[in-house]
């Protein structure tokens, strides 16, 4: 299990001598670790707290099956990311990223400054193993801070929310659902510029979760509802695919 002997060369370009060292995988099994405990206690909390609020072990089971069918569609985004940036930081790095909070195009933005603050690129002739773990470094510090805003933040809108409860109970009922509205918009305003096709993409995946939700409720089918995510997604990722192909 010994490393190559180009490993640890800061003037090397063989990347994958340290991008695959045993360390950064045993880092990457501890993210997962951690990942997999806490689903294991959220899923224990939800059940124990469901009587409380008359909520059945039925919907309970319900939600849970909606939830992981609907991320199945965001996880194909996840999926095609993670391959992407594969041939730039290796498997354990990207496993990391993808398995903890954060932004995939932030982190890489972050990793590319980085990069161009040493006069190197992402990839390039003299994307050197030095360039690399400074560059490493760096999208795990952007990463990180998005753990540590969470962590800090969390308790302090946690305390203002039940504070906007007590006084308008309804503006805290609207709150959620418009910021929820308001980030899914402007990612998707985003988009629209960039070329006819992504304009193309954004009706076209509009227009299958409004299809889908429809038949989902005039057929009273609710797995169809829970799959309409995963449906739009997948129908969007073809006709992307049809459209730049052809």
Request: hydrophobic content about 55%; overall charge positive.
């Given at each position: 299990?010994?490393?190559?002997?180009?490993?640890?060369?800061?003037?090397?370009?063989?990347?994958?001598?340290?991008?695959?060292?045993?360390?950064?995988?045993?880092?990457?099994?501890?993210?997962?670790?951690?990942?997999f405990?806490q689903?294991?206690?959220?899923?224990?909390a939800?059940?124990?707290?469901?009587?409380?609020?008359?909520?059945?072990?039925?919907?309970?089971?319900?939600?849970?099956?909606?939830?992981?069918?609907?991320?199945?569609?965001?996880?194909?985004?996840?999926?095609?990311?993670?391959?992407?940036?594969?041939?730039?930081?290796?498997?354990?790095?990207?496993?990391?990223?993808?398995?903890?909070?954060?932004?995939?195009?932030?982190?890489?933005?972050?990793?590319?400054?980085?990069?161009?603050?040493?006069?190197?690129?992402?990839?390039?002739?003299?994307?050197?193993?030095?360039?690399?773990?400074?560059?490493?470094?760096?999208?795990?510090?952007?990463?990180?801070?998005?753990?540590?805003?969470?962590?800090?933040?969390?308790?302090?809108l946690?305390?203002?929310?039940?504070?906007?409860?007590?006084?308008?109970?309804?503006a805290?009922?609207?709150?959620?659902?418009?910021?929820?509205?308001?980030?899914?918009?402007?990612?998707?305003?985003?988009?629209?510029?960039?070329?006819?096709?992504?304009?193309?993409?954004?009706?076209i995946?509009?227009?299958?979760?409004?299809?889908?939700?429809?038949?989902?409720?005039?057929?009273?089918?609710?797995?169809?509802?829970?799959?309409?995510?995963?449906?739009?997604?997948?129908?969007?990722?073809?006709?992307g695919?049809?459209?730049?192909?052809?």
């Amino acid at each position: 299990m010994g490393l190559p002997l180009s490993a640890g060369n800061p003037g090397s370009t063989d990347i994958w001598a340290i991008a695959n060292i045993p360390f950064l995988w045993i880092c990457a099994l501890g993210v997962f670790a951690v990942i997999f405990i806490q689903t294991i206690l959220y899923v224990k909390a939800t059940k124990a707290a469901a009587p409380h609020v008359d909520m059945p072990l039925r919907e309970v089971k319900e939600a849970f099956r909606a939830g992981a069918v609907a991320s199945i569609g965001p996880s194909l985004s996840v999926v095609l990311v993670a391959i992407a940036l594969l041939a730039l930081f290796g498997t354990p790095a990207v496993l990391v990223r993808i398995g903890l909070i954060g932004s995939a195009s932030t982190e890489t933005a972050s990793a590319n400054l980085a990069a161009q603050s040493m006069g190197s690129m992402l990839g390039g002739d003299t994307y050197t193993q030095q360039v690399f773990a400074v560059a490493f470094i760096a999208m795990s510090l952007s990463g990180g801070m998005w753990m540590l805003c969470t962590l800090l933040l969390t308790p302090i809108l946690k305390r203002g929310g039940k504070s906007l409860a007590k006084r308008n109970p309804a503006a805290m009922a609207l709150i959620p659902s418009a910021a929820l509205l308001g980030a899914f918009s402007m990612l998707t305003i985003a988009e629209i510029p960039k070329s006819n096709i992504h304009m193309m993409l954004v009706l076209i995946s509009a227009t299958s979760m409004a299809l889908f939700l429809f038949l989902a409720k005039t057929l009273n089918a609710k797995w169809l509802k829970e799959w309409s995510l995963g449906f739009a997604i997948l129908i969007s990722i073809t006709a992307g695919y049809l459209m730049h192909t052809a």
